[in-house]
């Protein structure tokens, strides 16, 4: 097996890297190398210093030796020339011994001119012979003392030699004491640098120790409150500071730590999200309370499977794909899925989580949050049953029913199959509504829907798509006979009477029906066809339904047409406006006209309003014309008012349509008018017909009191046929009351109108209301209306419409006829 060799820290690199001398300590502790260094240092300078000293000394003492052998030679020899002349023994050696004044000389000889011994001296503690007799040669002269020779010279005649010898004994032994001095100076500074170090050692090492300590304390403690103490102010004592520092740091770290933990804690605790953590290895770590409360599991922490088996089974497959692909994807989780609780509840909750790395992108987990979104459920529940159901009937709303629709026209387009869809309407609910209230209405609504649910099959879907309108789709219809069988049976049930209130409703519905895909395939085309043929069931009387046929589209052509000649004729100018004559009833005096519009259109001739009035209020184009009229009539008038011609208290009627009367720029409109054309408010009227009042009550009379406020009057046109009742009338800010005129056409002959008529005058006048009768085309009728007091007449009898030349002749002519000239 191969042995790995254990990876290397950079200290020990470094220590490699260094010296012998100190990788050779390295195992040593500090203060035995502390110790060594010293010792090595004082040791290796001593040595040094005294090798170099004493080599010093010795070569000086050599040196002394050989000047001193020098001097002494010269004299000497100098002193025995005489002597040697003389050969006089004794005053040679007593020359001789003159040597011994030094210690150090040994031997002293003097040689004669012949070479021999002519004297000598020795020292006592010399232990060798005397002089050799004669000249010692050099090379034969083996002698390991200090050795000279000097001639001795008469007249620079040599005469003799002297030779002397020194010891070098002397001089060693003297060496010997001094090494041996030195020695022991070296030998004492050694031991006092040992006992300096060892004293430096404990300065140097124990602050180490102490600091050694503290930290042995705070490892095993786990206490960053510990400092360590400082005793010097050296790099040691920075050491320490340095240290101490490091350990404050550590210590406020631990301490933002431990608050941030328990922060955290705290958040987790109060969280009102479910928070838990999952390890590494896909245990289930941690949990706050409000996890288990979402989970109703009390206290035990349970397996990460565990958990996934408490996920619906339906989300289970979401939820593990999800999970893979945070765990080997790294991707966040955010889903919404179901948990069965521990007591079997159900809960909705939003999972969220995702991988949770260190900064070194080591993986620690994964964390995650989970929130009850149940209610929120609810609500989404709800606010989607209201978004496609309709609240009060619990049918298909619009949307939905646009949904099926199309759905089931692909579905037919796919199966080859037929589909029919009905548009019903139902026939008075308005005046239900109005006379008996909105819950009033509700019931009945609710009854239709349920009757409608109850009539179709299963498949098919009722929806209400609007106040009273409901459609139905009739799936897989195989003929129209099947179709019919249906619609047949939906007005039976309809025909049973309903009990809102105390009383029996009878109700009936008006029913278009279309086909596809026989008729259409597109939608918005259905649509259409079913409106458009249930109009055509309303048309035939009500209460009858009505298959959509093709001269019903081309009536939508036509209509079309009409539409955009409508449009050219605005642009051309081609309206024109009559006026047809009021006249009161008690002095035949002319109290104002109605204008009436006409177009002159240049292929058809004059068109009479009920041909393009209708759809012009359809397409909106009649608040252009409408605008038009108001105006023209009031220009027209008013030169008619300052001429004379026409008295200042008549006034002039203009028609509104609906749609004008619900413009919400109504009433400056009409102030914009007054100004222009500068006539007196109190001249103007409006006429609005019953049922534009009546679609609205509410708000038509917030209309009538706004137009009120402008000064004009207001008239309630074609009276008694828009099913008011008198309350309301009571309520509207009226003047006038016309009477229509299908009442006035049957008199004499229908004693039930006649009867209406004079119960209407008598009480229109009990609100002081002005009732005018229109359609006043013959003596009996303006008998009849007389008798019954009402106010003023409109109609053939008196005037056509006139133009506005017509107009100034009949005022000029009426004038002068005056009072009964229309009676017989
Ligand atoms: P309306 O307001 O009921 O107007 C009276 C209609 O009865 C006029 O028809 C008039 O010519 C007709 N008429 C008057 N006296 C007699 C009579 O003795 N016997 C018969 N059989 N008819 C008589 P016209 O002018 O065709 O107007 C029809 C409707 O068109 C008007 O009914 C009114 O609702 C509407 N209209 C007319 N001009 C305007 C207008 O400028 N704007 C608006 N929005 N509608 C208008
Ligand atoms: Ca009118
Ligand atoms: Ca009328």
New binding site residues.
């Given amino acids: 097996m191969q042995q790995v060799p254990p990876a290397q820290t950079s200290e020990d690199q470094r220590a490699e890297e260094g010296s012998p001398g100190i990788k050779l300590f390295a195992s040593q502790s500090l203060r035995r190398r502390l110790v060594l260094i010293s010792l090595m240092t004082t040791g290796l300078t001593l040595i040094l210093a005294n090798l170099a000293y004493i080599s010093l000394e010795y070569y000086l003492a050599r040196q002394d030796t050989e000047n001193k052998l020098q001097v002494l030679g010269e004299v000497i020899s100098e002193r025995v020339t005489a002597a040697l002349t003389f050969n006089d023994k004794a005053l040679l050696e007593s020359n001789l011994n003159t040597l011994q004044a030094d210690a150090s000389i040994v031997r002293g000889c003097i040689y004669g001119e012949d070479q021999t011994l002519a004297a000598s001296y020795h020292s006592r503690t010399y232990a060798r012979d005397d002089c050799p007799q004669y000249v010692p040669r050099v090379d034969t002269l083996q002698t390991y003392n200090f050795a000279r020779f000097f001639t001795v010279t008469r007249d620079q005649t040599p005469i003799g030699t002297l030779y002397i010898e020194s010891s070098r004994q002397l001089l060693l032994e003297r060496f010997y004491q001094f090494m041996g001095f030195s020695g022991i100076i070296m030998l004492t500074a050694i031991g006092l640098a040992l006992f300096l170090a060892n004293k430096l050692k404990d300065v140097i090492s124990r602050p180490m120790r102490e600091l050694s300590k503290t930290l042995t304390q705070i490892v095993n403690d786990k206490n960053y409150g510990l400092r360590a103490r400082k005793d010097s102010s050296d790099e040691l004592g920075d050491l320490v500071d340095l240290f101490n520092t490091l350990l404050s740091t550590i210590d406020e770290e631990n301490l933002s730590l431990k608050a941030s933990e328990e922060r955290f804690r705290k958040l987790t605790a109060l969280s009102p999200v479910g928070i838990f953590q999952v390890d590494p290895n896909q245990k289930l770590q941690y949990v706050n309370q409000r996890w288990r409360d979402i989970h109703g599991l009390p206290s035990e922490l349970p397996d990460l499977q565990d958990w996934f088996e408490m996920i619906n089974p339906k989300d289970m497959v979401i939820v593990q794909e999800a999970w893979n692909r945070m765990v080997y994807d790294q991707e966040s989780i955010a889903l919404e899925i179901r948990l069965v609780r521990r007591d079997n509840a159900h809960t909705w909750i939003h999972l969220m989580a995702s991988a949770l790395h260190d900064r070194d992108g080591v993986l620690l987990g994964y964390l995650g949050a989970i929130s009850d979104i149940s209610e929120l459920k609810a609500a989404q529940i709800q606010m989607e049953t209201l978004a496609f159901y309709d609240p009060l009937t619990g049918l298909a709303n619009r949307r939905l029913f646009k949904n099926r629709l199309d759905k089931s026209v692909k579905a037919v387009m796919r199966s080859g199959k037929s589909m029919a869809l009905m548009f019903l309407d139902m026939d008075q609910f308005k005046r239900v509504n109005d006379t008996l209230g909105h819950d009033a209405g509700d019931i009945l609504l609710k009854e239709v829907a349920n009757r409608l649910n109850n009539t179709v099959r299963e498949n098919d879907t009722v929806s209400r798509i609007g106040g009273d309108e409901f459609t139905i789709l009739l799936t897989d219809v195989k003929s129209t006979q099947d179709v019919r069988v249906v619609a047949e049976k939906i007005l039976k049930v309809m025909a049973k009477p309903i009990r809102v209130k105390g009383q029996d409703i009878i109700t009936s519905v008006s029913i278009g029906i279309t086909l596809t895909p026989d008729d259409s395939t597109d939608l918005n085309t259905l649509m259409k066809n079913a409106d458009l043929a249930m109009y055509s069931a309303k048309e035939q009387g009500r209460n009858n339904f009505q298959f959509f046929s093709e001269e019903m589209n081309h009536s939508i052509l036509e209509h079309l047409a009409l539409e955009k000649e409508i449009k050219e004729a605005i642009q051309r100018n081609q309206f024109t406006l009559l006026f047809?004559p009021k006249i009161s009833l008690f002095d035949y005096r002319t109290t104002g006209v109605?204008?009436?519009?006409r177009w002159e259109h240049p292929d058809k001739g004059l068109i009479?309003?009920?041909n393009f009035?209708p759809v012009a209020e359809e397409t909106g184009q009649?608040i252009d014309i409408?605008n038009w009229?108001l105006e023209q009539a009031c220009r027209q008038i008013s030169s008619l008012i300052r001429e004379n011609v026409l008295s200042s208290e008549a006034k002039v009627a203009?028609?509104?349509?609906a749609k004008?009367f619900a413009d919400p720029l109504l009433a400056q409109r009409i102030r914009n008018v007054l100004e222009i054309t500068r006539i007196p408010p109190r001249c103007l009227e409006l006429?609005i017909?019953e049922s534009t009042l009546m679609e609205d009550v509410e708000s038509a009379i917030k209309i009538m009191q706004e137009i009120k406020s402008t000064g004009v009057s207001i008239a309630i046109?074609?009276f008694g046929t828009g099913y008011s009742s008198l309350s309301y009338i009571k309520r509207f800010p009226i003047d006038v009351l016309k009477v229509d005129?299908s009442f006035v056409m049957d008199i004499p002959e229908d004693k039930n109108d006649m009867a209406i008529t004079a119960a209407v005058i008598a009480m229109a006048h009990k609100l002081s209301l002005n009732v005018v009768a229109?359609?006043?085309?013959t003596q009996e009728q303006l008998k009849y209306l007389r008798q019954n007091n009402c106010d003023e007449g409109?109609?053939?009898?008196f005037s056509r419409?006139l133009s506005l030349g017509q107009l100034h002749q009949f005022l000029v002519v009426n004038d002068k006829r005056r009072s009964n000239s229309y009676e017989i």
Avoid: A, C, F, K
């Fill in positions: 047809q109605e204008t009436l519009i009479t309003p009920d009035i009649i409408g009229v203009v028609n509104l349509s004008q006429e017909t046109d074609d005129r229109e359609g006043v085309e409109q109609g053939y009898l419409p």
